[in-house]
């Protein structure tokens, strides 16, 4: 059992930043991958950014030049520093967790709840 608990999202204006932090804890030994997707109303789910344990990153092509991800093992806990936020970015952002960024980015593994990101114009 896998579990992985978001937090910092909120409310911010366009330009300002936030970070999003994700601890996983369980069976996490298999995860080489974390990351993470958002979704936004009435669009699909998209993996925003992703990190194996070695430091490989993986981003979308929207979000490169403003975020970035970053992961401390020791703490099994990824971050996601978002730069420069536009309102294009407001929608749920789900911490995700696999054993490869293949499978990530095929949409399996394990997901947190959620937290939601506003960026108001």
């Known amino acids: 059992q896998v579990q992985l608990v978001e937090s910092g999202g909120g409310f911010v204006q366009a330009g300002g930043s936030l970070r999003l932090s994700c601890a996983a804890s369980?069976?996490?030994?298999?995860?080489?991958?974390m990351g993470w997707y958002r979704q936004a109303p009435g669009k699909q789910r998209e993996l925003v950014a992703a990190?194996?344990?070695?430091?490989?990153?993986n981003y979308a092509d929207s979000v490169k030049g403003r975020f970035t991800i970053s992961r401390d093992n020791a703490k099994n806990t990824v971050y996601l520093q978002m730069n420069n936020l536009k309102a294009e970015d407001s929608a749920v952002y789900y911490c995700?967790?696999?054993?490869?960024?293949?499978?990530?980015?095929?949409?399996?593994?394990?997901w947190g709840q959620g937290t939601q990101v506003t960026v108001s114009t």
């Open positions: 369980g069976n996490i030994f298999s995860l080489n991958a």
């Open positions: 995700a967790a696999a054993p490869n960024i293949v499978t990530m980015s095929l949409g399996r593994g394990n």
């Open positions: 990190i194996t344990r070695g430091g490989i990153t």
